[in-house]
């Protein structure tokens, strides 16, 4: 069987270490084989399972609310089995606290570890991926992946203590490089070796932290060093002269089919993966993917620049996104009220009428909520000319549900709900992108996919 560089360098790395550790330790080990000894080549439709991670680090929202002995934690690293007193982050009432997985073992280095290999190929062809490589530890965190989907994109993933760093080759050749750590992103071009620009998960959502001149048409100035960005706080990508750029556009490098497009078409790519492969990109449990962008306007014309996408809790989505759990919710009911219907129905029909049942379920709400009629809308069909029309009317786009939160965190929520095997595409995310800047003049938006969680 012929593998892809990206997979066969996987293999190679196992059997280094493999070898490595038989030199050191005289364990000899298979680094391709499970527990049972059963080399995993499996196509089943289902991703193989990762172990969560054993340690983590204790990270806080960094502001005057949070309690002192758990700002003392911040930047520490626990075990999942031994937590501190009063529990892990999250447990005590009112912590705003998170729990930032650690990959590997503070204890151990990399090198002294044997790494177990897994491949996984699709089966049933309804997924956006067609194969998943990984490399775990023994503890079961990854170590790296690499994920091949349908359309050609690849993504090489490695995992190593807080760092996260990514690769994502688009199927035309195009490249990106994502790096994670603390909350904080970088993101590069190519082979820069300068970021294009940083971003990072504040108080009051996604925020670019610094960026290059050439990125500077982003907005005002302010946009580029937030004022509720805090410096002070763990920042590993912080720079030490940090500069507030005047805007200087620079349109030829983020023309049709130029940065922008490579940089959306990547972000994208990358929350598909984290949405049908979440244990590939290292993801908790509680966590989900969510892509934020940033609208901005340069020589009279418009457009919005995403930002950050990022695996993300409930939790830390909320101050964002109040009423996310409600969707979640909402959907779930939706899809339960109609499973016994749904043999009786073609997907398409079925999927109608979940959707149907949740924007009853929203206005039921803001019925009885002045606050959710304020703030929220399900099933708003809408052009770019006009903020509302019939369903159906040509050239429209519906919106699942809206939450405009724009009055107090500066944004504007969309949860677009799926009910089949396909997610969000390039196409949909622009329009999506396109309607909520010109008819919510919203600086800052996130789009968030929600699927019937049974």
């Known amino acids: 069987m012929v593998r892809a560089d990206g997979e066969q360098r996987l293999i190679s790395k196992a059997r280094r270490r493999a070898f490595d550790t038989y030199l050191r330790f005289g364990h000899k080990i298979d680094p391709l084989a499970t527990t049972d000894g059963e080399y995993k080549e499996v196509g089943l439709g289902q991703e193989p399972v990762v172990a969560k991670t054993r340690f983590y680090v204790w990270r806080t929202v960094g502001d005057d609310r949070v309690r002192p002995k758990h700002e003392a934690r911040e930047g520490r690293i626990f075990a999942r089995n031994d937590p501190p007193d009063g529990g892990p982050p999250g447990t005590e009432r009112n912590c705003r606290c998170w729990a930032e997985s650690y990959f590997g073992d503070p204890g151990i280095a990399d090198e ?140 030829d490098l983020f023309g049709a089919g130029g940065g922008l497009d490579l940089l959306g078409a990547a972000f994208l790519a990358l929350h598909m993966a984290q949405q049908e492969a979440p244990a590939s990109q290292g993801m908790a449990e509680d966590e989900r993917s969510v892509i934020s962008f940033r609208a901005w306007s340069a020589s009279g014309e418009r457009n919005a620049l995403p930002l950050l996408v990022d695996s993300l809790t409930e939790e830390r989505l909320r101050q964002s996104c109040k009423y996310l759990p409600d969707a979640q919710r909402w959907t779930d009911e939706a899809a339960q009220l109609l499973s016994q219907e749904r043999w009786t129905m073609s997907a398409q029909t079925w999927g109608t009428k979940v959707h149907l049942a949740v924007k009853n379920m929203v206005e039921d709400l803001r019925k009885n909520s002045a606050e959710a009629d304020k703030i929220l809308r399900a099933e708003l069909s809408m052009t770019i000319d006009e903020e509302r029309v019939p369903y159906g009317t040509s050239g429209s786009t519906r919106l699942d549900i809206l939450e405009d939160r724009k009055g107090d965190m500066g944004a504007v929520c969309v949860y677009d709900i799926k009910t089949s095997n396909y997610g969000l595409t390039a196409a949909r995310v622009k329009k999506i992108a396109d309607l909520v800047r010109e008819h919510f003049d919203a600086k800052m938006f996130f789009v968030i996919e929600l699927r019937p969680s049974r």
């Open 112 to 251: 002294l570890q044997p790494l177990r290999h897994v491949r996984q190929v699709a089966a049933t062809g309804t997924e956006l991926w067609s194969s998943i490589e990984s490399l775990s530890r023994p503890d079961g965190s990854l170590a790296e992946s690499f994920v091949a989907l349908r359309d050609g994109t690849r993504i090489q993933s490695k995992f190593w203590r807080t760092l996260v760093s990514r690769t994502i080759t688009l199927a035309g050749g195009g490249k990106v490089r994502i790096d994670r750590e603390a909350g904080r992103q970088q993101v590069y071009l190519g082979n820069e070796s300068e970021p294009l620009f940083r971003s990072a998960w504040t108080l009051g959502g996604p925020r670019v932290t610094h960026a290059q001149r050439r990125m500077a048409f982003m907005g005002d100035a302010d946009t580029l060093l937030e004022p509720d960005f805090r410096p002070d706080r763990v920042d590993p990508f912080r720079d030490p002269n940090p500069q507030i750029l005047s805007p200087n556009p620079m349109l």
